[in-house]
């Protein structure tokens, strides 16, 4: 017996939240109920300017707005016990990312990172009893322009208050380290802002997961190519996750591509999370209390 679709509120309808939408709509376990935004959009879904409208008529709710406002949503939706998948990072304000994480106790809940179900991830998952001793991990990003060309509308991205590299990007491979490694701890982390207000030009820093360092440095403004590094040093295999796709392997010689049937992607997560909202465990996901450990590492290097 099929089961019936899934009613989602998609809030928030800037890049991602348009392009989740537009995921949702072309699958299966969805029926998009409406889109939320505070600005009056077209769309092949109604659009309303409060979760509240619609709140009633659906089973759960995707978060994309900017992260500040991530709270509000996602409490609103607990307390009429939705489910929830959010944006990352979880929230900026790490007393909001606590009682989020705490709501989501109990309830099906995902926090998007990009990584979490890729080939590369599930690949470097696999051989990771293949590395040996773990000596050390290394993040390396950099980036000509701040934000991304595909982001130039989300001006709040270009301001500390809420945005940056560190919360956007860096997030991501922070998520990695901790699911592979195990929780980080902080040993000495800071970044470099030009100016009062502005977002970070420079991030560098030391974090400990499971023992095995690892080293972080994080650049914008630069006159060279958009870099997206993580590797994982050992002693007998190594492994690197280039440009968020194409890991590479080292047993001491040239790292050599580990070909990849197949990657992750939002119609993919949307099926996981569907999967956890009808009761299933949360495979691949990150669940709240993940989200939670990456955001109090990331507003570790603003703080």
């Known amino acids: 017996m099929t089961a019936d679709p899934i009613r989602l509120a998609v809030v928030g309808l800037g890049a991602m939240g348009t392009r989740m939408l537009t995921a949702a709509l072309a699958h299966p376990d969805y029926t998009v109920v ?19 409208e619609v709140l009633s008529d659906v089973d759960a709710v995707y978060v994309a707005t900017p992260p500040a406002a991530h709270a509000s949503a996602v409490l609103e939706a ?38 979490a179900d890729m080939a590369g991830t599930l690949e ?3 051989l990771l009893p293949e590395l040996g001793d773990l000596r050390g991990a290394e993040i390396r990003l950099q980036f000509p322009l701040w934000p991304r060309a ?13 945005g940056g590299f560190v919360r956007e990007v860096l997030s991501h ?17 800071s970044a470099d802002f030009p100016s009062a207000g502005a977002a970070e030009v ?69 099926t996981s999370f569907a999967q956890a909202v009808r009761g299933e465990q949360l495979r691949h996901l990150a669940d709240f209390e993940s989200g939670l450990r990456v955001a109090e590492v990331v507003e570790a290097f603003l703080r």
């Open 34 to 52: 409406a889109g939320v935004d505070l600005a009056p959009r077209t769309l092949d879904v109604p659009v309303v300017t409060s979760l509240g």
């Open 78 to 115: 607990f307390a009429a016990g939705k489910a929830v998948f959010c944006e990352k990072p979880l929230a900026v304000d790490l007393d909001e990312a606590r009682t989020m994480a705490g709501a989501a106790r109990g309830r099906p809940n995902a926090v998007n990172f990009a990584l």
């Open 124 to 126: 470097a998952e696999r």
């Open 150 to 162: 595909f982001q130039a509308e989300a001006t709040w991205l270009s301001h500390a208050e809420q």
């Open 173 to 189: 491979f922070v998520y990695l380290t901790d699911r592979l490694l195990g929780p980080l701890t902080v040993e000495s982390v």
């Open 202 to 270: 420079a991030a560098r820093g030391v974090l400990r997961g499971g023992g095995v360092p690892v080293h972080v440095s994080v650049f914008s403004g630069l006159a060279g190519p958009e870099v997206y590094e993580w590797t994982l040093w050992g002693t007998e295999r190594s492994l690197r996750l280039s440009q968020w796709a194409n890991l590479s392997t080292s047993d001491g010689g040239d790292w050599e591509p580990v070909p990849l049937e197949q990657t992750g992607s939002d119609y993919t997560r949307l």
